[in-house]
């Protein structure tokens, strides 16, 4: 069966758990294993250096 939808996971924060939910399957992954919270000014810079 062909899935159809993304599966995004928060809260990941060590390489373990974002390993475990890409062998299960999650296509996107949100946490501070990735960044801490940063303020809105500090994001937008990193938006517009892409």
């Known amino acids: 069966m062909m899935r159809k939808r993304k599966v995004v996971v928060e809260g990941v ?22 960044s801490k919270t940063i303020p809105e000014e500090e994001f937008v810079k990193l938006l517009d250096q892409q």
């Open 13 to 34: 924060e060590t390489k373990e758990e974002a390993e475990l939910l890409r062998n299960y399957g999650c296509d996107f992954f949100q946490g501070y294993y990735y």
